[in-house]
Every structure is written in C-alpha cells, then in structure tokens.
C-alpha cells in the first residue's frame, strides 16, 4: 500500500469552529489532492496540489482551503466548519503515469 | 465540462456469473481511465488503469476493461464473480492536469 496517512480518522467538531485534517505521504508524489465522500455522489474534489505551495481549486472549493509547505504533507481547512461538511474525506496522492492512491479517509461530523 | 457517467448505481449479480459495469465520460482531452473498488470502510484500490496503447487493459482480481474511444466508454469485465468482489465501483479519468474526476459509483451484490 502506498504510505499515505490520514488525521485524525474520526472527528466531531462544532458548528462554526475550524478544522484542519492533514494527509501525509511517503512516497514523494508530486501530487496531492483532497476529496469528500457522500451517499449518491461519489467522490468529489475539493482542491488539489502539483506541487509544493502550487495549489487548484476543485468542483466543491467553497468553504475549504489547503496549504502545501512540504512535499509530504496536505493539509484540508475547513474555515468555519457547517453541517453540509460532514462527510468523509480522502486525501490522494499521484505521479504521472501512475494513478491515484487514497488514504483510509476521515469521518468529519459537523454537529 | 468533464464528467464520468456510471449508470447502474446497483447491480446484483450470482456467484459464478460475469459481470460488467459501464463507464462513460466526456472529456475533450485524450482520457486516461481508471476502476477503483472500495470495501465498506475503507479507501479506494486502484483495480486497473488505461494510459495509451493496447485498449484491452487487465487489471488485479481477475478485473479487465475495454476502452473504446467511439462510444466514450470503459466498461469493466470479471468472467466469474466472487461472493469477495461485493464492493462499491468507481470509474474516473484524467489528463495531462492530474484532476482525477469520479463517477458516483456502481454498488455490486453477490448472490450465493
């Protein structure tokens, strides 16, 4: 498997207060993305990085940010976390050539 | 805009018998296709992948699929279903970007 780390796996936070989930990788992939997981719609992406501080915004950016300081590590934010957040999040990462390899995600909920 | 389109959300099939999952997408750049399983509660494993060349792709678990860039499809194959095969399926494509975009999954029940 590839070495891809997910925290924390499991949070309960309330309305209104920030929370960071960081994904951290061993493999020295260029590419890191963060997902979120619902009933019905799959997986869609929040924001992706090519590269250290080289950041994109996915489908479903509004809300959230991320920051890329190091090769290994992507942290998620949610700014000031709403019910509509609750999901669970996967964290993946990619070289060219190779596909995408997720972590074991984080159930988020937003109480 | 890019899509993935995977228009069974349930299939039931028996122990024993073949299986195919449709995949179709838009995307105006050459494609790069994915399948992806996941087991309940857990992450997304990659089953096999279609960059260029031979469009008969195989993959692990006795998966395959077939590109077949006149109908914008990637359908996935298994000749003979495992009661283990039960699992959520997912087909995505990319590009030259790296943005991996997802269909919203194919849930696969196995008979006894």
């Known amino acids: 498997d590839a070495g891809i780390t997910q925290s924390p796996r499991h949070k309960v936070t309330e309305t209104g207060t920030p929370v960071t989930l960081r994904c951290h990788q061993t493999?020295?992939?260029?590419?890191m993305y963060w997902y979120r997981q619902d009933p019905g719609h799959g997986l869609r992406l929040i924001h992706y990085?090519?590269?250290?501080?080289?950041?994109d915004k996915g489908e479903v950016s509004d809300g959230y940010s991320v920051s890329r300081s190091k090769t290994e590590d992507f942290l998620l934010t949610l700014e000031s976390a709403t019910s509509s957040q609750t999901s669970v999040y996967f964290c993946?990462?990619?070289?060219?050539?190779?596909?995408?390899?997720f972590g074991q995600g984080t159930r988020l909920t937003v109480v | 805009a890019q899509s993935v389109t995977q228009p069974d959300i349930h299939i039931t099939v028996s122990e024993g018998a073949s299986l195919e999952l449709r995949c179709n997408y838009s995307?105006?750049?050459?494609?790069?296709l994915f399948w992806y399983v996941q087991s309940p509660g857990q992450g997304l494993q990659l089953l096999l992948k279609?960059?260029?060349?031979?469009?008969l792709v195989q993959g692990i678990k006795g998966f395959e699929a077939e590109f077949k860039r006149s109908q914008s499809s990637f359908n996935l194959r298994k000749p003979s279903v495992h009661w283990s095969d039960a699992a959520e399926y997912f087909c995505?494509?990319?590009?030259?970007?790296?943005?991996?975009?997802f269909g919203t999954g194919t849930r696969l029940k196995v008979l006894a």
């Open positions: 993946a990462i990619s070289e060219q050539g190779t596909g995408a390899f």
């Open positions: 995307y105006g750049a050459t494609p790069y």
């Open positions: 493999e020295n992939h260029r590419y």
């Open positions: 995505a494509v990319t590009s030259g970007t790296y943005k991996y975009i």
């Open positions: 279609y960059f260029s060349g031979d469009t």
């Open positions: 990085s090519y590269g250290v501080k080289d950041t």
